[in-house]
């Protein structure tokens, strides 16, 4: 069966530190992989998604951004953290329509 | 654009007192709409996916209906383990299979 692993599982970092967030699938080959965040109140913003190594596509231009080096891996990282990114981060692989999402990362920007 | 609206915000129910979550959708052709439910500080588990208007899918005391402009979560009965945020999501047709809108969710709490 498939897993999705997320760490950290919580994160609390000071404006203008660097981040980097990693999510590892086990289980299955070429997955289709997301980064969504969840604040409080909205519903999940899809940000960015890879359909194979090294393939990105940005959903929300911001100071965000992801990397896929191997197939089952997927990074997102900052090199300037804001305030306003902080939330709720889950990364999902999709099997056709459905999207399973991992245990998520707490971060907290002070 | 696409856009999902699901009410109310929070339930509070009774053990053993049924009712139903909403979640009205708006886009161009639909391609599937999901259900999800989410447990305090963690990810959303996928619970059903519906297809096409007059569809129904069932598990355990949930029930999922579709209709061409919203969705209905059936809570028959519900336990104090069923208390989880529930998410409705909406894919359009078109735009390929990364194209999904999440609705905010409802907050359900099963006092018992």
């Known amino acids: 069966s498939q897993t999705i692993h997320q760490w950290p599982a919580t994160l609390v970092q000071p404006v203008g530190s660097p981040l980097s967030l990693e999510c590892t699938v086990e289980?299955?080959?070429?997955?289709?992989l997301y980064w969504y965040r969840q604040a409080a109140g909205r519903g999940l913003q899809l940000l960015f998604y890879?359909?194979?190594?090294?393939?990105i596509s940005s959903e929300v231009p911001q100071n965000l951004s992801a990397s896929r080096p191997q197939d089952r891996q997927f990074i997102l990282s900052s090199k300037k953290l804001l305030l306003s990114d902080s939330g709720f981060y889950l990364c999902?692989?999709?099997?056709?329509?459905?999207?399973?999402f991992g245990p998520g990362t707490r971060l907290t920007v002070t | 654009e696409d856009q999902v609206t699901q009410s109310p915000e929070a339930l509070r129910l009774q053990e053993g007192e049924s009712s139903s979550l909403n979640c009205s959708y708006t886009v161009s052709g639909l391609r599937g709409l999901f259900w999800y439910r989410q447990d305090p500080g963690k990810g959303p588990e996928f619970l059903f996916t519906?297809?096409?208007a007059g569809e129904e899918k069932e598990k355990e005391r949930l029930k999922a209906t579709l209709t061409k402009k919203e969705s209905f979560l059936h809570i028959t009965a519900p336990k104090p383990e069923d208390s989880a945020t529930y998410l409705c999501?909406?894919?359009?047709?078109?735009?390929?299979?990364?194209?999904?809108?999440f609705g905010t969710g409802t907050k359900l709490q099963v006092i018992p």
């Open positions: 890879s359909v194979g190594i090294g393939q």
């Open positions: 999501a909406v894919q359009p047709a078109s735009g390929g299979y990364q194209k999904v809108t």
């Open positions: 519906l297809y096409s």
């Open positions: 289980g299955t080959s070429n997955p289709n």
């Open positions: 999902a692989w999709r099997d056709w329509g459905e999207q399973y």
